[in-house]
Nanobody, 124 residues
Framework: QVQLAESGGGLVQAGDSLRLSCTAS????????VGWFRQAQGKEREFVAF????????SYAASVKDRFTISRDNAKNTVFLQMNSLQAEDTAVYYC?????????????????WGQGTQVIVSS
């Protein structure tokens, strides 16, 4: 059984940067895609980005493209989300999910393991 743990969230000002980490233990992490999602208060969980098992393919939501970068270090069982030029609209709890396949996708149904989330608050 895999366990995921997100870290790196916090309170920042608009325009600042944060780097989130998602560290996995258990299942052979490097064989699977990983996605980042976020959920703002009162809203549904929404897709942010995903990365293929080998890091070759990535995809982003339009709202974060050109500001966020997803990457992974399979030797450390960790996926990162570098978030630049943060905006108040980015405030949410951020979750990472481990895909059941080599790839990922924008639907939460692709992912069968989730972390507990890390809170990001961006003040304007």
């Amino acid at each position: 059984q895999v366990q995921l743990a997100e870290s790196g969230g916090g309170l920042v000002q608009a325009g600042d940067s944060l780097r989130l980490s998602c560290t996995a233990s258990g299942r052979f992490f490097s064989n699977y895609g990983v996605g980042w999602f976020r959920q703002a208060q009162g809203k549904e969980r929404e897709f942010v980005a995903f990365i293929r098992w080998n890091g070759v393919r990535t995809s982003y939501a339009a709202s974060v493209k050109d500001r966020f970068t997803i990457s992974r270090d399979n030797a450390k069982n960790t996926v990162f989300l570098q978030m630049n030029s943060l905006q108040a609209e980015d405030t949410a709890v951020y979750y990472c999910g481990l895909s059941s396949t080599l790839d990922g996708g924008p639907s939460p149904r692709v992912y069968d393991s989730w972390g507990q989330g890390t809170q990001v608050i961006v003040s304007s």
